[in-house]
Every structure is written in structure tokens, then in C-alpha cells.
């Protein structure tokens, strides 16, 4: 009688790799709960022996974490709000309307991919300058509005829907902004939600730009706080590892709510070019 594993043998392999990426996670997690005595004893404690709420108490007392954290959510929830919005209807446009210049001006959204962020930095803070809107929230989230990836990523979702379905809808007298909102947004689905996890993941985690942009701790993004906070004192690993899980847990809990979704679609919109 052959012997046959109750799981696929790629998970030998996989499982390892899991536990390499998982363990750090774990390990700020526990760090956080610890006192500064058993953070900074030798050799390191990996468990602590009791939690500790001192990083957690001393974080939201000596910093504004939450206005910080009000901020980070405000910001990714317009970017990805904006992003559903801005990006399906472009990729749509791009996959179904026939217009002049159509292939051309894709290309052109295409290749600003390949512009460096820094080499946009300058005109982009002297632009926004000069619109009043540098050191204050708009800043952090305007550039987040729309973006090439999120065109490219739902143009080629939209090409692989069957055609004929937008056929029947324009054929039973629907035009293409009814066809687009009733028939087509609803199977696009999975990609919205893909579309929706990977801009939080960007806008969520950003930190170049709006330390550059914004000066007021009071409009601070979560990670800009967090980077000036560790910049000015001396380190308290209990409070950064605890600034750290508070930025860190809800991208975790977004992935796992959304994952089965985002795997399929990364697999079809490979289909169709």
C-alpha cells in the first residue's frame, strides 16, 4: 500500500518559510507586553514572565498615538475609497471604450511607474506648496487618489469578463455608465478587494512622503509619529514595539479577512494581456 501525506509536500516547505516570517511578529507582539528590566536584561528573555502595560500607558501619555492612528485611518480610507472609485472606472475605460489615442495614453500611465518617488518629491512638495495644502492631511493623502497599478490592475480584470455581457445590457437599452455600475462593478468583486488591500497596505505603511510634507505632529501619520518619536529620546522598546503593534495589526487583520479573495485574483488577471 503506497503512502500518501494528509497535505500537499509543498507545505514542507512552506511552513518553515511561514514560521521565519510569522516569528518576528510574535516577537514584537510578546516585546510589548514586557518591562524595560526583562527587554534589556542578557541574555534576552523571549517570553516575558508576567504583561506589562507599561508601553502601551506610556505610549498614548506621552505621545498624541491615537490622533496619530485617526490620521493613518483617514488617510487609507480616502486612498482606498478614492482608488475603487478613480481606478475601476480608468481600468474600464482603458479595457472597453474605444477612443483615440487609447493604447498611447496607456503606455503613458504605464511608464510613470518607472519614475523614481524621489525624483517627484521636489515638484510635487513645490506644487503642493503652492496650493496651500503642505503640513496639513491633503498632503498625505492626495497623491494616494488614483495610481497606475490600481489602472493596471482593474484594466485587466475588466478584459478578462466576457464581453457579451455588456452586450446584453446594451442590447436591453443600458448605457455604458449603467452597464459599467450594475453589471460589470459587481463582478469585479475580488478585484475591488484586492485593489482595496494593496492601497492600504501602500498608503497605511507610507513614510517618505509625508515625513517630508508634513511638520506638525498634530497632523502626524502613525508612521512619521512613530519615526520622530523613536528620534527623540532615547529608546523605549516597550513603547516603540507597542506603537509598532498598534501600527501593524489592523494591515494583519485586513489580509486575513481579504486573502482568498486577493489570491484569486492576482491568479486571473494573469489570463488575459
Known sequence: MRWKLPFS??????????LIFVL???QMLLTSFM????INQFPPKLIPTSLHLEGYRHLFAETPALRWFANTVLVSGIAVIS???????AGYGFARLKFAGRGLAFVLILATVMIPIQLLMIPTYLMFARIGIVDTLAAAYVP??????????????FLGLPAELEEAALIDGAGPWRTFRSIVLPLAKPALTTLAIITLLWSWNDLLWPLVAISDDHTFTLQ???ANFQGMRRTEWSQLMAGNVLATM???LAFLFAQRKFIATMTF???KG
Open 9 to 18: 509536500p509543498w507545505h514542507l516547505l512552506l511552513m518553515p518559510l511561514a
Open 24 to 26: 518576528p511578529l510574535v
Open 35 to 38: 518591562s524595560s528590566a526583562e
Open 83 to 89: 482608488h475603487l472609485a478613480l481606478c475601476s472606472m
Open 144 to 157: 494616494w487618489l488614483a495610481s497606475a497599478f490600481g489602472i493596471f490592475l482593474m484594466r485587466q480584470f
Open 224 to 226: 512619521v509619529g512613530l
Open 250 to 252: 489592523p494591515l494583519i
Open 269 to 271: 488577471t494573469g489570463i
